[in-house]
């Protein structure tokens, strides 16, 4: 079986997620593999295919036990002969999975670290080397290895001795951890020969991300019961402190929303109890320290909100980014207000050594430069994925349409002589200080350090008292931020000119700064999600509703009966035949066996009741399925699909395997055929403006008179999307 026919006939899903094909090329090939992608990039696949394809047992090291029975339930439910070995068995049910692996019954064996030194578990490993063969070695979650990473684990550097008791078989990492010391420790600490390595773009465009501003220092309970009834499906709620996580999750529940707090002063047992109520769709919402969140696998959370600022960008990055796995549109809501900053910096200030109670200054010092990170996200105007890909290092050129400032950008001032008078006082004062002593000079504060340094002699000092602390410190970040100034990196902020600060203080560039709400005084109000194409909301909670029943059933959580992108698209098509029903995202033969009946007939009634038919998109054929290559019709519906997921071309053409202009000709297609909504993400409203009057003018039967009205000013793979809008308008 090929790897693409693998992929739909065990997990029932059309095309590679970015990077998956090239890391499962690899690990056919016998290279070692170090893989390095994004929460919800789709891990799991990149080591659970090969495992398939390949003859002998494929050994997983996994952190968390209860993460390893997710896994090995979800897959068995995939008809997968998976299973694990941990210290919860009794001897007997060990001494059963041992002889089924022996007999060659399994393909993918779960272990824990700590199993792995053992002398009885390196004797049964060779055993099973030398009877039904290892196929590789794969270690999940590698950063644990690593000692620089957030999850470090003595067990872990065990694993070297696998390289050395087998070096013949090769062995794979993956991790989400993006750092580079990290990166490399795994590769140094696992011995990986030449590996195949693959540093997937840490985007994820199914997120929407956005910052709402807390009215008087506050979330109120009512805004937040609003948000929460308008954004249907599980979500989790990240709180600082403990008190606050309690007091919390039972207001939500005297408001009627089901919610349950989760944090480290809980004992084990309600924990875990908490986490599978959660994981089963029981309870809707998990109030949560950041205690929770590292090795559950929901793929279905619908949102993260964060009630209080985070302390690093990486943090928030993590934190946010357990919303969505499953590929579906999630929203990252940072509730922020500018005394957080304050409080945040107290909290700094206060830490001290525990014994001489000196202040721990290398340890502020860090601390203040993450929290000034922080805060610049919170208090941005730019793209926030700009902001958050730059801290890994990734440029991200803006313009997502998928965040609050690219979808409501704040207007803008021109605050050039504020930015002169800023400037020159960074120059007065010999670039030496960072933005609050500036400020300080400006405001003409007499501070003892003001004065001991004689600053309050310059020209500068005491001429920015028409502007508040606030506005200077928003001004400060502003200019950092569209680099009119440079910021030292080593947590003191110091700031220095360069050429473009120069230009400012000549007089030869102007300076634009986009005003935060509050300082513009607008009301913040939530707004809805976007738009996602028509799903039949009835059809879709009523297969919710299915799900979770046949879920209790078996004792199952929802996700692992079918996750909610394959409902939507069923609430979508309504598939009302086997066949159709085969096509669903998600539905592997195993699962069309064992629920299709039960799914077609569900959808086949409720079409029914409410005057329905079948909505297949027409590009799908009804001849047999085992054609081997995808038809044009085909191709164009998993281009389309992907779209409507969120990604953008240069994605689509990765995991499709093809040209990025191929992939704009199956998006003409699909809009044609109605398949696309809107297409703003791909088009601005105001290009697609003058586009349509273009082929008003031209007519759509040539592109190159358009191409030279516009003045060449639109690619032809814009005109080609374009065209098919145009025709299909003109149609009705
Ligand atoms: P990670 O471990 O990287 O966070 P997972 O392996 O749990 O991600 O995958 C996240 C979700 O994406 C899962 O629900 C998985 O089934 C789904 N997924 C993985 N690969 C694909 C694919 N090629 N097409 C569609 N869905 C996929
Ligand atoms: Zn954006």
């Known amino acids: 079986m090929l790897p693409l026919e693998a992929l739909k006939h065990y997990f029932g899903y059309e095309a590679f997620r970015p990077g998956q094909a090239e890391i499962i090329n690899a690990s056919l090939n016998q290279q070692d593999v170090l893989a390095i992608l994004p929460t919800g990039g789709g891990k799991s696949i990149c080591f659970q295919l090969p495992a398939l394809l390949k003859p002998g047992v494929t050994l997983v090291v996994s952190p968390l036990i209860a993460l390893m029975l997710d896994q090995v339930l979800a897959l068995q439910k995939n008809g997968i002969p998976a299973t694990f070995l941990n210290s919860t068995l009794a001897a007997a049910e060990a001494r059963a999975r041992i002889h089924s692996i022996l007999n060659g019954e399994v393909k993918l064996l779960y272990v824990a670290p700590e199993r792995l030194v053992s002398d009885s578990f390196t004797a049964l490993l060779a055993n099973i080397h030398q009877t039904v063969g290892i196929a590789s070695f794969v270690v999940d979650e590698a950063h644990c290895v690593s000692e620089w990473g957030h999850d470090f684990r003595p067990d872990y550097r065990q694993l070297s001795r696998l390289r050395e008791l087998f070096p013949s078989i090769p062995m794979m990492a993956l991790t989400a951890t993006a750092t580079h010391c990290v990166r490399a420790d795994i590769t140094e600490q696992l011995s990986l020969k030449q590996p195949f390595i693959h540093v997937a773009s840490f985007n994820r465009p199914n997120l929407y991300y956005e910052v709402i501003e807390k009215s008087r220092g506050k979330v109120s309970l009512s805004e937040l019961t609003r948000y929460i009834k308008k954004t249907e499906g599980s979500g989790i709620i990240y709180c600082m402190s403990r008190k606050n996580v309690e007091k919390l999750a039972s207001e939500l529940n005297e408001n009627g929303i089901s919610a349950l707090p989760y944090h480290a002063g809980l004992n084990n047992d309600t924990r875990t109890d908490h986490q599978t109520r959660f994981i089963r769709d029981d309870v809707q919402i998990m109030v949560a320290t950041v205690a929770f969140g590292m090795g559950i696998n929901k793929p279905d959370v619908r949102f993260v909100i964060h009630y209080d600022l985070p302390q690093t960008i990486e943090g928030y990055y993590q934190e946010s980014g357990r919303g969505g796995r499953d590929g579906e549109p999630a929203r990252c809501t940072l509730f922020f207000s500018p005394g957080d900053i304050k409080q945040a910096d107290w909290f700094i200030q206060n830490k001290v050594h525990p014994e001489t109670n000196e202040p721990l200054e290398d340890e502020q010092r860090i601390a203040r430069q993450q929290l000034r990170q922080i805060a610049a996200y919170a208090d941005s105007t730019l793209c926030r994925r700009t902001t958050l890909l730059g801290y890994f290092g990734e440029a991200f050129p803006g313009n997502c349409g998928q965040c609050d400032n690219c979808r409501f950008p704040k207007p803008k001032q021109d605050w050039t002589i504020e930015a002169q008078k800023f400037l020159s006082c960074v120059a007065r004062t010999g670039e030496r200080f960072g933005s609050r002593y500036i400020i300080d000079v400006l405001r003409g504060s007499t501070r003892d350090k003001v ?282």
């Open 451 to 732: 004065t001991k340094n004689g600053h309050e002699t310059l020209s500068t000092f005491g001429i920015g008292l028409d502007k508040s602390i606030k506005e200077w410190q928003h001004l400060a970040r502003s200019l950092v931020q569209q680099n009119l100034v440079n910021e030292s990196d080593d947590g003191h902020g110091i700031l220095t000119l360069n050429t473009l600060s120069w230009a400012v203080l000549r007089g030869q560039h102007q300076v634009w700064v986009a005003l935060p709400n509050q300082l513009s005084k607008e009301k913040v109000t939530i707004e809805k999600e976007p738009d996602l194409g028509p799903i039949h909301t009835g059809l879709f909670q009523s297969l919710r509703t299915l799900r979770k029943e046949l879920a209790d059933d078996q004792g199952l959580a929802p996700y692992m009966i079918f996750t909610d992108s394959s409902l939507k698209e069923m609430a979508r098509y309504r598939p009302c035949s086997l066949p159709s029903f085969s096509k669903i995202t998600g539905v592997g033969d195993k699962k069309l066996e064992v629920y299709g009946s039960i799914f077609v007939k569900h959808i086949f009634t409720y079409c029914q009741q409410h005057r329905l038919h079948e909505a297949m998109p027409r590009f799908i054929p009804s001849e047999t399925p085992t054609e081997k290559k995808p038809t044009a019709r085909e191709r164009t519906l998993n281009v389309c699909k992907l779209f409507q997921r969120g990604l953008y071309p240069q994605d689509i053409a990765k995991s499709l395997e093809m040209k990025v202009q191929r992939v704009y000709e199956h998006l003409a297609d699909g809009i044609e055929a109605g398949q696309i909504p809107s297409i703003e993400r791909l088009v601005s409203p105001e290009r697609q403006t003058m586009m349509l009057k273009a082929f008003d003018k031209h007519g759509a039967d040539r592109l190159k008179p358009i191409y030279e009205e516009l003045n060449e000013q639109f690619s032809y793979e814009e005109l080609r999307v374009m065209r098919a809008l145009w025709k299909v308008t003109n149609r009705n």
